[in-house]
């Protein structure tokens, strides 16, 4: 589905089960428990954005992988790139393929990792055969000369699924 209307749905999730911890805690029953992770969620998030630091950062990124959005880094023609979320000292350069189908319904096709990240305006992605086409720009230093050398490079990547 779309990634924003998936968004918007987890947040509705999220204030529903703050509510129904408000709502549940007076004659106090064993399913509490179960709604009070989302007002401590709630509480480590407005904690983690007043303080900082790293403690409250890995606790917040635990937390909240159920509802953390993905990020389009490449969208064209029929193919949406998406960065994984891997945590607040996660490894860099890990994305996830999909198709779009129908106007709002998307098919996951498989993950990918590169050593780089992606840049858009430098960058074309294809997918042919389950095989994504990767064009993109790479800078290499001449020592002889001592410039900069800007060359072309297309990487064909398998998609694990």
Do not use: W
Not at 18 to 26: C, G, V
Not at 53 to 76: D, H, N, Q
Request: net charge positive; with cysteine; hydrophobic share 40%.
């Amino acid at each position: 589905m779309n990634t924003k209307l998936i968004f918007i749905l987890k947040c509705v999730i999220y204030l529903s089960g703050i509510s129904l911890f408000l709502l549940n805690r007076k004659p106090f029953k064993k399913i509490t428990f179960y709604y009070s992770y989302y007002l401590f969620s709630f509480i480590v998030l407005i904690l983690f954005r007043i303080f900082g630091g790293i403690f409250l950062g890995l606790l917040s990124s635990i937390i909240l992988f159920p509802i953390y959005p993905k990020e389009v880094k490449y969208e064209k023609d029929n193919l949406k790139v998406y960065e994984k979320f891997t945590g607040f000292l996660g490894a860099c350069c890990q994305y996830e393929i999909a198709e779009n189908k129908l106007l709002i319904f998307e098919k996951i096709c498989g993950k990918i990792k590169i050593e780089e990240g992606i840049e858009t305006e430098k960058s074309e992605i294809k997918m042919i055969n389950n095989v994504i086409e990767y064009k993109h720009k790479i800078k290499s230093y001449n020592y002889e000369s001592q410039m900069e050398i800007e060359t072309d490079t297309l990487e064909k990547i398998e998609l694990k699924k």
